[in-house]
């Protein structure tokens, strides 16, 4: 089964870690949003029949990548529950 890998960590450490996912989970929000953006402009600029897949190929991988990150958001926030912090 799955393990606490950061039962380990110290409460700075663990704070520490928090942080980075919070600013890596703001960067993923951001970029999904720019993504978004050009991809709406394509679309209207552009007809939807000379829009390539590819064209739409990171809207559809970003969710995928940002699911270990809400993972390890959820582990530290469980621990940092867990020691009262």
């Not at 890998?5 to 110290?10: A, M, N, R, T, V």
Request: hydrophobic residues 50%.
């Amino acid at each position: 089964m799955s393990k606490n890998i950061y039962k380990d960590l110290s409460n700075e450490d663990l704070l520490k870690k928090k942080a980075q996912f919070k600013g890596l989970s703001i960067a993923f929000g951001i970029g999904f949003i720019v993504i978004a953006a050009v991809l709406i402009y394509i679309l209207v600029n552009k007809s939807t029949t000379k829009v390539s897949f590819a064209t739409l190929l990171p809207m559809f991988t970003l969710p995928i990548t940002f699911l270990p990150v809400l993972i390890n958001i959820s582990l530290l926030n469980k621990e940092l529950k867990s020691r009262n912090i």
